[in-house]
């Protein structure tokens, strides 16, 4: 009988926090919200030492900050759900494929003019954060990470 699979199928869940700051639009301001960019998003993979049949469910949650480039900045584990030793290998996961993810710029832009023509004051990227919570589990004998609990 063979052993799980080392290559997951993965995703993730984007979560926002009771109380997480918020920017405030102005009037006469606008956001382009941040979305992730194609070839920036590697999947966090399960770690193949802790890949074996009955291995219970682990959920992380991850505060990432992005700068004003869509960057990540800074990956904050907030919780997991792993009580024994090996929780940091799944930790180091989640830290080892966000530190390269990449967003759209979140840009806040100005305008004014409303009877006519609307003129463009002011045009500027701003950090932002974002939580995701991402599922480990095995699933039919084979590691993925996937945003529903089974």
């Known amino acids: 009988?063979?052993?799980?699979?080392?290559?997951?199928?993965?995703?993730?869940?984007?979560?926002?926090?009771?109380?997480?700051?918020?920017?405030?639009?102005?009037?006469?301001?606008?956001?382009?919200l941040p979305t992730p960019l194609i070839g920036y998003f590697a999947p966090p993979i399960y770690p193949p030492s802790l890949a074996r049949p009955g291995m219970p469910p682990v959920v992380v949650t991850a505060h990432l900050v992005f700068g004003t480039d869509g960057k990540v900045q800074a990956v904050a584990i907030v919780s997991d759900s792993y009580p024994a030793t090996g929780h940091v290998l799944f930790e180091a996961a989640v830290r080892e494929a966000t530190r390269g993810w990449k967003f759209t710029p979140l840009v806040f832009t100005e305008t004014a003019g409303g009877g006519g023509t609307p003129v463009t004051l002011k045009h500027e990227s701003r950090p932002f954060s974002l939580w995701f919570e991402f599922h480990f589990a095995m699933v039919d004998g084979k590691p993925a990470v996937e945003t529903v609990k089974r």
């Open 1 to 32: 009988m063979r052993g799980p699979s080392a290559s997951p199928e993965t995703s993730y869940k984007l979560v926002m926090p009771r109380g997480a700051p918020r920017y405030a639009l102005k009037p006469g301001q606008s956001a382009s």
